[in-house]
């Protein structure tokens, strides 16, 4: 911790005593509060370990690539399924290593590990913050105490989904622009001390000019004979482009980060403003590693999004969804309880500490000038925008079916200047405060298992502990060993080494089999809604089709047809299905209409359609690669209708 904190922990005169804890009671206070609030986090997660459907899509993609085939979903067909870029290759990634046999437990236990680590640098970086303008005192836990006791935030601590990357990265990137603000304080008071003829050792950035006070306690954490810092971290050097380069991981994190990336770069450089040589510099190191992957992105598969994106309409509006979404959230909790009473605190203190800017004693702080508050408005601002614009997508795209998930990074975001507040009779009323809700809400209030709202939203935590019968589904086996009338005739059909597709009816009508067509390769083929649990039963070099388009590149590009669930917006009709993977004249199960099977045949072979089919599965050559390079921005936004008789006439041509 800090060694600016200067309560000092009374000494015996006989000397050093044998078993004397290090630092002051205000270092040992804040540290048992950052890992108090870790460490719950870490028991409450672990209670609450779990997995779902999508995270099997994840696994399925993660054991494809360790199997050789690529970063795909079957095998021949190039198709991104995995929303969390970068959270599907840590997983294989740690995968790879011999002692990990099942990369759905991986994903549990790097998620939990990850969202702690989240919740203890974005705790710690909240307290640097603090330091630069009070060096002294004990901080008392206030912000973090409106997460903790969030049911949703145990369940997305693993739930075998980003979601625990999410908040690592989160948390990271606000240690990480904390620090950056902490260093250039320390170049302040070297430059200040420098204009005073008491010239410090160390670089100044080029073409930034200096003005400040060294505020009391930082002497002995200044700037070594190198220029570093007192950790070893030189801000001039690659320390802050190490840091450009980690704030821009947001994009491959999650898309939606992109914002969050956004508005912590320029955090970032209105905090240094630094010459252009180093901006581009800042600029290269951030945006470098997803401006690669997106142009391997848009050659390996074809489009600029991954499916999902596509599958969901991100870039659609739904406000009236989304709303609802936002209130499932804020309203089992009554959340608007302590929100309410940290902007009562906020506005109260701002008005306070503008009546008494001329008395920063009263407030038992370093007087700051107006150079040095500037940096710490930009510092405490960043956050606290980056949440709102997260929650303002949230709301846009018409939010999620998942309880909670989408709304707790936008506000992990927003609390991340107030996780922890200094130590003053007025912040430990406003503490008891919101531990008096804390408690309330952890004692009483959970999330409601569905939605009475038109759109559905439920408590996936609770339906997937009670529909697999296990407190903790937490393995592959858990998922794949739970009976299902799919499971059953997909393990028949392979038993009896039937080259066919098992297909899910309409409303689940029944799972027949119908032969594949001699050129499908895969030895099997399923077409089922559950898409993770598919791709769990099914063998690697099988096909699972999914019904709703989250990794299937046609269904992606359909247009929606249903809203009663988020991401869900677009069933396959059946008669694609078997266009695509049946060869003319074969049967036609009840329930599908011969006529859609017959249109979408010949839709398939109009128009834009072929050349969507051959960027995902002609061979990766090459001058395939540069295709699909080329036409990435055109096919990102094709749209068909989801009616193939709808689609025949618009791909062929009326009367065709």
């Given at each position: 911790?800090?060694?600016?904190?200067?309560?000092?922990?009374?000494?015996?005169?006989?000397?050093?005593?044998?078993?004397?804890?290090?630092?002051?009671?205000?270092?040992?206070?804040?540290?048992?509060?950052?890992?108090?609030?870790?460490?719950?986090?870490?028991?409450?997660?672990?209670?609450?370990?779990?997995?779902?459907?999508?995270?099997?899509?994840?696994?399925?993609?993660?054991?494809?690539?360790?199997?050789?085939?690529?970063?795909?979903?079957?095998?021949?067909?190039?198709?991104?399924?995995?929303?969390?870029?970068?959270?599907?290759?840590?997983?294989?990634?740690?995968?790879?290593?011999?002692?990990?046999?099942?990369?759905?437990?991986?994903?549990?236990?790097?998620?939990?590990?990850?969202?702690?680590?989240?919740?203890?640098?974005?705790?710690?970086?909240?307290?640097?913050?603090?330091?630069?303008?009070?060096?002294?005192?004990?901080?008392?836990?206030?912000?973090?105490?409106?997460?903790?006791p969030l049911c949703a935030t145990w369940d997305y601590a693993t739930s075998g989904l980003e979601t625990g990357l999410t908040f690592g990265y989160l948390g990271g990137s606000w240690w990480l622009l904390v620090r950056a603000r902490a260093c250039l304080g320390q170049e302040t008071a070297r430059s200040h001390s420098t204009l005073a003829g008491r010239d410090l050792p160390g670089l100044s950035l080029p073409g930034r000019a200096h003005s400040g006070q060294a505020h009391p306690g930082q002497a002995q954490s200044g700037p070594d004979s190198r220029g570093r810092?007192?950790?070893?971290?030189?801000?001039?050097?690659?320390?802050?482009?190490?840091?450009?380069?980690?704030?821009?991981?947001?994009?491959?994190?999650?898309?939606?980060?992109?914002?969050?990336?956004?508005?912590?770069?320029?955090?970032?450089?209105?905090?240094?403003?630094?010459?252009?040589?180093?901006?581009?510099?800042?600029?290269?190191?951030?945006?470098?590693?997803?401006?690669?992957?997106?142009?391997?992105?848009?050659?390996?598969?074809?489009?600029?999004?991954?499916?999902?994106?596509?599958?969901?309409?991100?870039?659609?509006?739904?406000?009236?969804?989304?709303?609802?979404?936002?209130?499932?959230?804020?309203?089992?909790?009554?959340?608007?309880?302590?929100?309410?009473?940290?902007?009562?605190?906020?506005?109260?203190?701002?008005?306070?500490?503008?009546?008494?800017?001329?008395?920063?004693?009263?407030?038992?702080?370093?007087?700051?000038?107006?150079?040095?508050?500037?940096?710490?408005?930009?510092?405490?601002?960043?956050?606290?925008?980056?949440?709102?614009?997260?929650?303002?997508?949230?709301?846009?795209?018409?939010?999620d079916f998942m309880h909670g998930r989408m709304v707790l990074p936008a506000l992990f975001l927003v609390l991340l200047p107030v996780l922890l507040l200094p130590c003053t009779r007025a912040v430990a009323v406003l503490t008891v405060s919101v531990g008096v809700w804390g408690a309330a809400c952890l004692a009483l209030w959970r999330p409601p298992l569905d939605s009475p709202d038109e759109r559905i939203v439920y408590d996936s935590h609770t339906v997937y502990v009670h529909g697999l019968g296990q407190p903790h589904p937490v393995t592959q086996a858990a998922h794949?060993?739970?009976?299902?009338?799919?499971?059953?005739?997909?393990?028949?059909?392979?038993?009896?080494?039937?080259?066919?597709?098992?297909?899910?009816?309409?409303?689940?009508?029944?799972?027949?089999?119908?032969?594949?067509?001699?050129?499908?390769?895969?030895?099997?083929?399923?077409?089922?809604?559950?898409?993770?649990?598919?791709?769990?039963?099914?063998?690697?070099?099988?096909?699972?089709?999914?019904?709703?388009?989250?990794?299937?590149?046609?269904?992606?590009?359909?247009?929606?047809?249903?809203?009663?669930?988020?991401?869900?917006?677009?069933?396959?009709?059946?008669?694609?299905?078997?266009?695509?993977?049946?060869?003319?004249?074969?049967?036609?199960?009840?329930?599908?209409?011969?006529?859609?099977?017959?249109?979408?045949?010949?839709?398939?072979?109009?128009?834009?359609?072929?050349?969507?089919?051959?960027?995902?599965?002609?061979?990766?050559?090459?001058?395939?690669?540069?295709?699909?390079?080329?036409?990435?921005?055109?096919?990102?936004?094709?749209?068909?209708?989801?009616?193939?008789?709808?689609?025949?006439?618009?791909?062929?041509?009326?009367?065709?």
């Amino acid at each position: 911790m800090s060694r600016s904190d200067e309560i000092t922990v009374p000494q015996s005169a006989r000397g050093t005593r044998a078993f004397g804890l290090p630092g002051t009671l205000a270092q040992r206070w804040n540290a048992l509060a950052v890992t108090a609030c870790g460490a719950t986090v870490l028991v409450l997660g672990y209670q609450h370990r779990w997995t779902n459907d999508d995270a099997l899509i994840y696994t399925r993609a993660v054991r494809q690539i360790l199997a050789g085939n690529g970063p795909v979903y079957n095998v021949g067909e190039r198709a991104e399924s995995s929303t969390g870029t970068l959270w599907q290759w840590l997983l294989a990634a740690g995968s790879a290593l011999p002692a990990v046999d099942d990369p759905l437990r991986l994903a549990v236990v790097l998620g939990l590990l990850l969202t702690v680590a989240g919740f203890v640098l974005a705790l710690d970086g909240t307290r640097r913050m603090i330091r630069v303008a009070r060096p002294s005192g004990a901080l008392l836990p206030v912000g973090v105490l409106v997460l903790l006791p969030l049911c949703a935030t145990w369940d997305y601590a693993t739930s075998g989904l980003e979601t625990g990357l999410t908040f690592g990265y989160l948390g990271g990137s606000w240690w990480l622009l904390v620090r950056a603000r902490a260093c250039l304080g320390q170049e302040t008071a070297r430059s200040h001390s420098t204009l005073a003829g008491r010239d410090l050792p160390g670089l100044s950035l080029p073409g930034r000019a200096h003005s400040g006070q060294a505020h009391p306690g930082q002497a002995q954490s200044g700037p070594d004979s190198r220029g570093r810092g007192p950790d070893g971290w030189d801000p001039h050097g690659r320390g802050l482009t190490r840091t450009a380069f980690a704030l821009g991981l947001g994009p491959l994190v999650r898309p939606d980060l992109a914002l969050v990336s956004g508005v912590f770069l320029v955090a970032l450089l209105l905090l240094w403003r630094p010459p252009l040589r180093m901006t581009l510099r800042w600029a290269g190191a951030a945006a470098g590693l997803p401006v690669a992957y997106e142009i391997f992105r848009a050659g390996y598969y074809g489009v600029l999004v991954p499916l999902p994106a596509l599958a969901k309409e991100a870039s659609g509006t739904q406000w009236r969804f989304g709303w609802d979404y936002l209130l499932n959230t804020v309203g089992p909790y009554r959340l608007w309880v302590p929100l309410a009473l940290l902007a009562v605190f906020a506005v109260g203190a701002g008005v306070l500490r503008m009546l008494l800017k001329e008395r920063p004693d009263l407030w038992r702080e370093t007087p700051a000038s107006g150079r040095e508050r500037g940096p710490d408005a930009v510092l405490r601002g960043a956050p606290v925008l980056a949440g709102l614009l997260s929650a303002f997508f949230v709301v846009k795209i018409g939010g999620d079916f998942m309880h909670g998930r989408m709304v707790l990074p936008a506000l992990f975001l927003v609390l991340l200047p107030v996780l922890l507040l200094p130590c003053t009779r007025a912040v430990a009323v406003l503490t008891v405060s919101v531990g008096v809700w804390g408690a309330a809400c952890l004692a009483l209030w959970r999330p409601p298992l569905d939605s009475p709202d038109e759109r559905i939203v439920y408590d996936s935590h609770t339906v997937y502990v009670h529909g697999l019968g296990q407190p903790h589904p937490v393995t592959q086996a858990a998922h794949t060993e739970h009976p299902r009338p799919f499971t059953h005739v997909v393990h028949s059909t392979a038993r009896a080494r039937l080259h066919g597709l098992v297909l899910r009816l309409p409303r689940g009508a029944g799972y027949p089999v119908i032969p594949l067509a001699p050129h499908v390769e895969a030895p099997l083929a399923g077409a089922e809604a559950r898409l993770g649990n598919a791709g769990a039963v099914l063998p690697l070099n099988g096909w699972a089709i999914d019904l709703l388009g989250l990794a299937n590149p046609l269904g992606a590009h359909t247009l929606p047809t249903k809203d009663r669930k988020a991401g869900h917006e677009k069933p396959l009709d059946r008669a694609w299905v078997l266009a695509d993977l049946t060869a003319p004249g074969a049967p036609v199960p009840y329930g599908v209409d011969p006529r859609r099977v017959a249109a979408a045949r010949h839709a398939l072979a109009c128009g834009p359609l072929p050349e969507l089919r051959a960027s995902t599965r002609a061979p990766l050559t090459p001058a395939r690669f540069l295709d699909n390079l080329a036409g990435a921005w055109e096919r990102t936004h094709l749209r068909i209708p989801a009616d193939p008789l709808d689609a025949e006439r618009a791909v062929c041509g009326a009367g065709k």
